[in-house]
DNA sequence: GGCTTAATGCAACTAGATTGCATTAACTCC
DNA sequence: GGAGTTAATGCAATCTAGTTGCATTAAGCC
């Protein structure tokens, strides 16, 4: 279970930038990974593969098939254009590799409550001295527990528990 | 695939203290809780579920089946007896909640060669600051990239290659 | 417009993890 | 020590994320 949110339908200016950024790349412009990148740089949070095949075949669009939104974000990450980070449950969310909207410079929280992922203004940490030989690829910090709001129904839930009991 | 170590046969006085463990909670000492823990106690590294499975089912012991090691290590998670960390695949790694052996108290570096998981010998970073009403209840940093022999193998394979090309 | 082949869509599959339910075995009480 | 209660277990089925193989489609080139 992936979280939900409201999202406006992609729009031409933001898919001819993701087209020409995809042609850039020198690979083929095609339909998926344009609607996918799109996607990506709409959205305000990371997107997990359930996001993005939810997002992609809502409306009268036909949706993009599971297994070519798997290669399509593949082909993404190894050409720069997103990022791929994977949660506590290891479940890769995905953001677009944009100057302005730069996931991989910041953390993320996860509420354990509604799953939603809120960007932290704050740096990943340092990467820790590795044993002499060993070498860094990649760090991803999982930060987890209840938002505002879950955290409140939570709390009313077991004080009403407790009345009850 | 995860990875595989030696491992010696269960030893009485470790069960013994396990069965402690396990029975202070006040819940029921069964031989699976009892061969999980001791097992977890006696690792070296964090083990997932699979390791744990090869594990048990070692030798002329019937091994214990894997739905009910699924629910003992919620248990033993739950209970505080051990601790859960996902790894970049997603994978839970279970450690005994030791203090002699504690796993969270520092950060594992996983190799993604072999699959190895080592203990790092530094603390896990400061968690970040949160927004207003928000709880962190856990925080988990998966560090990634080659061991020093995984390194220089793959180091040795591209140069092969580039001399064949 | 035709050709080439990268990209797609479909079916099948794998691994990790979960759920439902009947059976087993810890623990309690006598 | 034996019977009763019920938590824990074992089995089958299921779910979710992700992968592989292969035939078909369509992007880009001539």
Known sequence: ???????????????????????????????????????LRSAPKPLCHRDLETLLSNRRRSGIDRVTLYRVLDWLVENGLSHRAADARGVS???????????????????????????????????PKLPKGFH?????LDVRGECQS????????????GLNA
């Open 1 to 39: 279970m992936c979280f939900n949110f409201d999202m406006s339908p992609e729009s031409n200016s933001s898919i001819s930038a993701a087209e020409a950024a995809i042609r850039a790349t020198g690979s083929r412009v095609t339909v998926a990974r344009v609607r996918v990148l799109n996607a």
């Open 93 to 127: 969310r995905f953001t677009a590799a944009q100057p302005h909207i730069e996931h991989s410079r910041h953390m993320h929280f996860r509420c354990t409550g509604c799953g939603n992922v809120i960007c932290l203004d704050a740096p990943p940490p340092a990467p």
């Open 136 to 140: 860094l690829s990649g760090m991803e």
């Open 150 to 161: 879950c955290h409140y129904h939570s709390r009313a839930a077991i004080s009403s528990a």
